[in-house]
């Protein structure tokens, strides 16, 4: 079974700021099975990434992802008010991360 | 508009059963994996069950192993998932998604609580 690591489990950032989140499978992976969720206070998850890298319909260009084995990164280059959320990577249609919660420092 | 509506959840006292569902409109349901996820209060998100296009192929949380069945129906655009034998630690948000892309999911529904508790 793939366990997902990410971290840090809280950043705390300024809008503005560039943000680097971090998940990390348990063993190698396809890039084509890691998918990456926002996830808003009282909403649903959001699709940002699938693939890896390809972003989902909607998604503004300041969001990115990128890595390969065991070890990928979602980007968020500049934090606009509501990207403060909980992140999510998944691996295969299956298992979750942790998360990553990203709030106001 | 796509779209994905849960519903049937509740109260339930332990050892009880639920059966949720989940309506989709908007795309041809029969063309998709679906999937039914969970998330305890306070907690991440955990993958239940999926489900492919034909119902032939349903892998499935080994903890729940057992005790949860998923199904669909395509003539009814419907997704169902029966949970049996409930436990405090089923407690939870179920949501339902469909998978438009290889080993993600695009479109939620907005959930529904199931809470266990006598």
């Known amino acids: 079974e793939i366990v997902l690591t990410q971290s840090p489990g809280t950043l705390s950032l300024s809008p503005g700021e560039r943000a680097t989140l971090s998940c990390r499978p348990s063993q190698t992976v396809s890039s084509s099975s890691l998918a990456w969720y926002q996830q808003r206070p009282g909403q649903a998850p959001r699709l940002l990434i699938y693939g890896a890298s390809s972003k989902a319909p909607g998604i503004p260009d300041r969001f990115s992802g990128s890595g390969s084995g065991t070890d990928f990164t979602l980007t968020i280059s500049r934090l606009e008010p509501e990207d403060f959320a909980v992140y999510f990577c998944?691996?295969?249609?299956?298992?979750f991360g942790p998360g990553t919660k990203v709030d106001i420092k | 508009e796509v779209q994905l509506v849960e519903s049937g959840g509740g109260l339930v006292q332990p050892g009880g059963s639920l059966q949720l569902s989940c309506a989709a409109s908007?795309?041809?349901?029969?063309?998709?994996?679906l999937t039914w996820v969970r998330q305890a209060p306070g907690k991440g998100l955990e993958w239940v069950a999926n489900i492919n296009p034909d119902g032939s192929n349903r892998p499935l949380l080994d903890s729940v192993r057992g005790r949860f069945f998923i199904s669909r129906d395509n003539a009814k655009n419907s997704l169902y998932l029966q949970i049996n034998s409930l436990r405090a630690e089923d407690t939870a948000v179920y949501y339902c998604?469909?998978?438009?892309?290889?080993?993600?999911?695009?479109?939620w529904g907005q959930g529904t609580v199931v809470t266990v508790s006598s």
């Open positions: 998604a469909r998978s438009g892309y290889p080993s993600a999911f695009d479109i």
């Open positions: 998944q691996h295969d249609g299956g298992t």
């Open positions: 908007g795309f041809t349901f029969g063309d998709f994996w």
